[in-house]
Antibody
Framework: EVQLVESGGGLVKPGGSLRLSCAAS????????MMWVRQAPGKGLECVAS????????NYADSVKGRFTISRDNARNSLYLQMNSLRVEDTAVYFC?????????WGRGTLVTVSS | EIVMTQSPATLSVSPGESATLSCRAS??????LAWYQQKPGQAPRLLVY???TRVTAIPGRFSGSGSGTEFTLTISSLQSEDFAVYYC?????????FGQGTKVQIK
């Protein structure tokens, strides 16, 4: 069974940093591209960053470019999102997702709250 | 980026009736269109990909159609577990973009 478990969310002040992690199991991690998707409270879904299986190609949404960094460790079956210079508008549930074009599996998400 | 527009925003349907949800892309995405169902407090669940291919575990009452810029998800004979928010997603061009969602609620 495919499992994606996010961790690392929490409360942070504007301008602060946070690192999210996603532990993957139940599938061959290094075969798949992965993605982070966020959902602000009561709002829709936004693809934030994507990374191919070997990390050769990485993409970011314009809203996070230059502030967020996606990475992966295939040996540890893990996906990461380093978030710097956080803004109030980054407040959201962040989902780790397997990208099979399209996304076919999601984690349960981790809540990031940016507030003073 | 490609803008996805869903209509209507809210659909009130009685159990047993059918529902038709629409999704329009600001430019052609070919058949690179997926539909998801999301219930409160849960992650989205993939229903349809390639515009019309239903995921194996999804009941046959869900069907997708369309190509290019116009897409439809039809849910026939709505069951109680089908009341949820539905999102379309284009994955033709990065950034992959979602519609704003259609909430299907009990009439």
């Amino acid at each position: 069974e495919v499992q994606l478990v996010e961790s690392g969310g929490g409360l942070v002040k504007p301008g602060g940093s946070l690192r999210l992690s996603c532990a993957a199991s139940g599938f061959t991690f290094d075969v798949y591209s992965m993605m982070w998707v966020r959902q602000a409270p009561g709002k829709g879904l936004e693809c934030v960053a994507s990374i191919t299986r070997s990390s050769a190609f990485i993409n970011y949404a314009d809203s996070v470019k230059g502030r967020f960094t996606i990475s992966r460790d295939n040996a540890r079956n893990s996906l990461y999102l380093q978030m710097n210079s956080l803004r109030v508008e980054d407040t959201a549930v962040y989902f780790c997702a397997r990208d099979q074009s399209p996304i076919d599996h999601w984690g349960r998400g981790t809540l990031v709250t940016v507030s003073s | 980026e490609i803008v996805m527009t869903q209509s209507p925003a809210t659909l009130s349907v009685s159990p047993g009736e059918s529902a038709t949800l629409s999704c329009r892309a600001s430019q052609s995405v070919g058949s690179d269109l997926a539909w998801y169902q999301q219930k409160p407090g849960q992650a989205p669940r993939l229903l349809v990909y390639g515009a019309s291919t239903r995921v194996t575990a999804i009941p046959g009452r869900f069907s997708g159609s369309g190509s290019g810029t116009e897409f439809t998800l039809t849910i026939s004979s709505l069951q109680s577990e089908d009341f949820a928010v539905y999102y379309c997603l284009q994955y033709n061009t990065w950034p992959d973009t979602f519609g704003q969602g259609t909430k299907v609620q009990i009439k």
